[in-house]
């Protein structure tokens, strides 16, 4: 027995345990633990990098809410917790809309300014004389309702650039308050706003601390309106109110750069809002079938009411035909007509017919090759006209291409037309577009 019982043991000590039978996988089992893996290791590349700028945004925080509570005087600390009758404040406005690389002003187009609101007592000595201000850019959702705030409020709210870009402002973002107020010099955007949450920034200004802030009442932060900031490609496609005669057409509204209605005005030689004007006044008609019927009659009466704000200055022109000369502003409006020695003032204008007018002022557009520039006011422009040779040869040139069929000579130029032609001359020549 004894030497079965050997023997057993012996066997069971040189005999390996038996291993469980692990399952076959199959094929489609191997392919989905790679696409697993793969998927993870996709995601953890993906997550990794938002992970890191919420650490890092995390972590500054924390720290400079450290830094400052260690820097910080007990004394100081005390004070801050007192109302203070003390702000800085911007004196102008910021524009509710600006763009990267663009030098920050007022909606005037005026350098921004800051000054400290004293509460209706004197400055302190150390404020009169020269403090430096930073000039920092805030969530546009801060202060929220809130009328007051401390300084670790502000600071916690401040916006830093995006991880990898460049500093969110550039430029001086140091100013020196000289007798409570200063200048804020050149200083832009390199970021927009599209991707905080609130979609806009303010500025902020707030004291640089001195060795004597200590001995000095706490100054409240200036925080500016909220206002959005647009990439400054966007400035390029913008549209000017009031549009200015030179701009390209596209700067109307409905007209977008290189699109389609673009496209069709530039065909027809149609280049700038002067231009556009221009046939506006002399065939409607013509410009609107140009443009097509893919322009509504909302787009139409959007654009053309956008160009008729425009500012026209004071230029005159002047086109001599056979027995006739007028008088046009800047867009092909007669301002005064010469017809058969009769002088029509703009006031009465309406006594001519008016389909007469109309056929001279488009052949004045038709042969515009030939105007004559004026500056000045027309009182100055009839004196040139009794001066000089009437028969030169920009005359007979005229003459042979704008002799009137029986329309001028002979004609009774007063109409019972009900139409009065109102117009003020206030800096401007301004006319109906009617």
Same mark, same amino acid.
């Given at each position: ?158 916006? =830093?650039? %995006?991880? !990898?870009? #460049?500093?969110?402002?550039?430029? $001086?973002? /140091?100013?020196?308050? @000289?007798?409570?107020? *200063? ?16 979609? =806009?920034? %303010?500025? !902020?200004? #707030?004291?640089?601390?001195?060795? $004597?802030? /200590?001995?000095?009442? @706490?100054?409240?932060? *200036? ?212």
């Amino acid at each position: 027995m004894a030497a079965k019982r050997l023997f057993c043991e012996t066997e069971s000590i040189l005999s390996p345990p038996l291993e469980k039978k692990r399952p076959r996988q199959t094929f489609a089992s191997i392919i989905g633990e790679v696409v697993m893996g793969n998927s993870l290791r996709h995601l953890t590349k993906a997550l990794e990098p938002l992970l890191r700028r919420v650490v890092c945004e995390e972590v500054d925080r924390s720290l400079m809410r450290y830094s400052r509570s260690l820097t910080r005087a007990s004394s100081l600390r005390i004070q801050a917790l007192e109302p203070s009758s003390y702000q800085l404040y911007f004196v102008n406005n910021v524009p509710s809309k600006i763009f990267t690389g663009s030098k920050i002003t007022d909606v005037e187009n005026q350098a921004l300014r800051i000054a400290v609101e004293d509460g209706g007592g004197d400055l302190p000595s150390l404020i009169s004389s020269s403090v430096k201000v930073e000039i920092v850019a805030l969530n546009g959702d801060f202060p929220g309702d809130k009328q007051e705030w401390t300084a670790d409020e502000f600071n916690a709210n401040i916006v =830093k650039e %995006r991880t !990898g870009r #460049r500093p969110l402002l550039h430029g $001086d973002m /140091n100013v020196t308050l @000289r007798h409570g107020a *200063a200048t804020i010099g050149d200083i832009e955007f390199t970021d927009n706003s599209c991707w905080i949450r609130s979609r =806009k920034f %303010r500025l !902020g200004a #707030r004291i640089v601390p001195g060795p $004597d802030r /200590n001995k000095s009442p @706490r100054i409240r932060e *200036a925080i500016s309106e909220p206002f959005v900031v647009n990439d400054h490609r966007g400035e390029l496609y913008k549209k000017h109110y009031p549009p200015m005669l030179h701009d390209e057409v596209w700067r109307l509204e409905k007209i977008g750069k290189e699109g389609v209605f673009h496209r069709r005005l530039n065909d027809h030689n149609i280049r700038t809002v002067q231009e556009f004007l221009q046939l506006f006044t002399v065939d409607q008609q013509k410009l609107r079938t140009m443009l097509g019927m893919g322009m509504s009659e909302r787009m139409w009466e959007a654009t053309t009411r956008h160009a008729k704000t425009c500012e026209l200055g004071h230029k005159l022109y002047l086109f001599r035909g056979h027995n006739f000369t007028l008088f046009l502003n800047p867009i092909y409006q007669v301002v005064q007509a010469i017809i058969n020695g009769r002088t029509y003032a703009f006031p009465e204008l309406h006594n001519i017919h008016e389909g007469t007018l109309k056929n001279l002022r488009k052949q004045a557009f038709d042969n515009r090759q030939w105007l004559q520039d004026i500056e000045g006011n027309l009182s100055d422009s009839l004196l040139l006209l009794t001066q000089g040779n009437e028969e030169s040869d920009y005359n007979n040139v005229m003459e042979k291409s704008l002799i009137i069929s029986g329309e001028v000579e002979g004609r009774d130029w007063e109409s019972n037309s009900d139409q009065i032609i109102s117009t003020s001359f206030q800096g401007n020549l301004y006319y109906n577009y009617s």
